[in-house]
């Protein structure tokens, strides 16, 4: 196991049909701690997949450097890095069993000398024959336990002598894992290796990853476009936008505390709502003509930027969770219900304030009895409120208060 480090990691790739040069990540610092499982996200062509392939060694980067524990492996070659990496599309040898396939990178992690590789090959080839007919070879039956305890951990003992075309798309995924994992390197790369999958199979592979790594505890890079498995599966997320880090983080941390407005509607679904607000003293905002008094983390925290001078003028934020159906009062929000979806345990609603127009998302008890059409009202949750500036930048919210002190203990009398 090891920590991995990126320290100014850019890549720029050349141009093409006379455009200018692509520049795909951009002066990147990011640590991963031992042991640690990462989420990386983004849009596509944020630089993702590409700052996974400079780990592995399959491209370069254009400048700064790559740690892996102690050492810098910018320059070395992929077999050198002590790095695993499972593809998207799997990338298993045709030609080869599930076996072979496991045991593919034990078998090329040592050069061996001619007389070495006859021996090798004899073992294999008397496999079938009684035991005292079998040539041996110790280095094989290593390798063969080591297949053996892969094959145990990802229930694959049943298929070893199977070809990839007779497999399912879940048996090969797990046929790359178990590639990835007999070579017990130091660290895991994934590159989206549930996209191929379908829904439900895509939610027990994940439950296996998670557990596989868990109990390994190797560190785990893992690129992802898919929410449920970035909010799931991580202990922090990296999110990446234009080759930049745009937050880093635990999943909670990034939902609850975005720290910017790429990242409140990237990360979360549905994404967060967003409505221009006034900031008019006394910790209270004004959306249209009602004002809403805040609490919490996000009142000191726009205390604070008043007190600094900050412009009134501000982007609030609201999850589907903070906004309420509720009877009309002056201090809700009038709307009209424009869309409707039952989800089984909750229903999504779409919802359009009269004041300003402006669409908001809220989930509802999927009870409660209303159809697109309807007058409602919404009550804003006070604590709710996540507060931006004119440069799309949180608001930082204020430090937790210290705890008190703990009493001095003096000597017993006497």
Known sequence: MAEVRFQQVSKTYPPRRGGAPVEVLRQLDLAIADGEFLVLVGPSGCGKSTLLRLLAGLEAPSGGDIFVGDRCVTGLRPAQRDVAMVFQSYALYPHLSVADNIGFGLRRQRRRTPLQQLADGLHRASAGLPAPLRFPSSREERIAQRIAEVASTLELDHLLDRLPKELSGGQKQRVALGRAIARQPAVFLMDEPLSNLDAKLRTGTRTQIVE???????????????????????????VLNRGQLQQLGTPME????????????????????????????????????????LEGPVRSALEQWQSRGGANSLTGGLRAEHLRLAPATNRNLPAELCHVESLGNEQLLTCRLLEGDHLVQLR????????????????????GWRLFDASGDALPAAAAAAPPAPEPLLPPLG
């Open 254 to 293: 990034l939902y609850q505390w975005p720290s910017n407005l790429f990242v409140a509607q990237f990360i979360g679904s549905p994404p967060m709502n967003l409505l221009p607000v006034l900031a008019v003293g006394n910790g209270q905002l004004q959306l249209g003509g009602r004002r809403f008094l």
């Open 364 to 383: 509802a008890d999927p009870e409660q009895s209303v159809k697109p059409g309807d007058s409602v009202h919404l009550e804003v949750e006070a604590s």
């Open 212 to 238: 596989l790594q868990r109990r390994l505890g190797t560190t785990t890079v893992y690129v992802t476009h898919d929410q449920v498995e970035a909010m799931t599966m991580g202990h922090r997320i990296a």
